[in-house]
């Protein structure tokens, strides 16, 4: 459970693997990495608690299992925004109910009161402002001249609000799959994750500066570069081919390909299956009624052999193995 700190994130250890009955030695542990908060009130333990979290690249990771229900007070400001994805639970954020399929943001001078009104898992990202800083620089092409202050709840509220929630969990989901995909011993593989991964978030969830992005006059190939990227959003379940992509941007396809190379460090195409394998693991890992055939045929992957091979060079295995994996 997120919560408040004053200071930095104190050095953690590489991994940090805690199970216990006790209340008083997760939440020092969570103070520890999320910071500072005040338990106000704890039911009894219903299979344990336990707390797994680690550092991937310059990002910090946490799966949280309460086990109970709980309440607490983050009461001070912490430097690092948190984002948190309810698994098969709810409460209240201050006065905001959430749910399973909403995504949580705690800015860092976010204070206030949060509840869990069910046993439950919570998966916990948490990302430094130099991070967020640099994810936004690269979209606005200029230097920030301030921290974005981020909307702190996403969900099933709206239609716009739900397709946001998809898309972060999607995203984050891919931060905390990364110690175990291909590529995860490799720093720098891990960094230009975690670097796609911000910008990402900077780019679909409404935040202070998200005027920004869309403001005239920006830069000509940053404004494109939004579209492309809100187009990509919005028909990654269609067919899609670079040059639908280049005219919703305004762009020719050489352009468009400048840009994403310039800013994203790849191509349209690759950024979109890309965009599109992180949405089919998803898929294949939350609904077991679901083939592995008909997720590919879902997320345009009309050969099985290359969406198969795809799979395995983003993560490792092949979609079948994650499947037999999880079941």
């Known amino acids: 459970m997120p919560a408040a700190a004053a200071t930095p994130l104190r050095p953690t250890p590489r991994h940090l693997d805690l199970a216990t009955q006790d209340i008083d030695p997760l939440c020092d542990a969570v103070s520890q990495l999320f910071g500072h908060h005040v338990v106000l009130a704890c039911g009894r333990a219903e299979g344990g608690r336990r707390l797994v979290a680690q550092p991937v690249a310059d990002v910090l990771i946490g799966t949280l299992r309460y086990g109970s229900s709980f309440i607490c007070v983050a009461d001070q400001p912490r430097p690092q925004l948190v984002f948190t994805v309810p698994l098969q639970c709810g409460g209240l954020m201050g006065r905001q109910a959430y749910g399973p399929g909403d995504v949580l943001a705690f800015n860092p001078d976010w204070v206030g009161r949060i509840e869990l009104t069910a046993p439950g898992v919570y998966a916990n990202t948490c990302i430094g402002p130099e991070q967020l800083l640099s994810g936004l620089r690269a979209l606005l092409g200029t230097e920030p001249d301030r921290l974005p202050v981020f909307a702190d709840h996403m969900g099933a509220g709206s239609a716009a609000g739900a397709a946001v929630a998809r898309r972060a969990h999607q995203v984050l989901q891919l931060l905390h799959d990364a110690p175990t995909v291909a590529g995860a011993s490799n720093p720098a593989i891990q960094r230009m994750r975690e670097t796609w991964a911000v910008m990402e978030l900077v780019s679909i969830w409404p935040h202070s500066s998200s005027a920004l992005l869309l403001a005239p006059t920006r830069a000509p190939a940053s404004r494109a570069m939004r579209r492309a990227l809100e187009y990509i959003h919005g028909h990654l379940e269609q067919p899609l081919s670079v040059v639908d992509i280049a005219q919703a941007a305004s762009l020719g396809v050489r352009a ?72």
Do not use: I, K
């Not at 840009?259 to 965009?275: C, D, E, I, K």
């Not at 993560?315 to 499947?323: D, H, I, K, N, Q």
């Open 256 to 327: 468009l390909n400048d840009a994403f190379r310039r800013q994203l460090g790849t191509t349209p195409a690759r950024h979109v299956r890309a965009l599109r394998l992180d949405a089919a693991r998803l898929a294949l890992a939350t609904d077991t009624s679901a083939t592995v055939t008909g997720v590919a045929m879902r997320w345009q992957f009309g050969n099985p052999g290359l969406f198969a091979r795809y799979f395995r060079q983003r993560f490792g295995c092949l979609p079948g193995e994650l499947r037999r994996r999880l079941c």
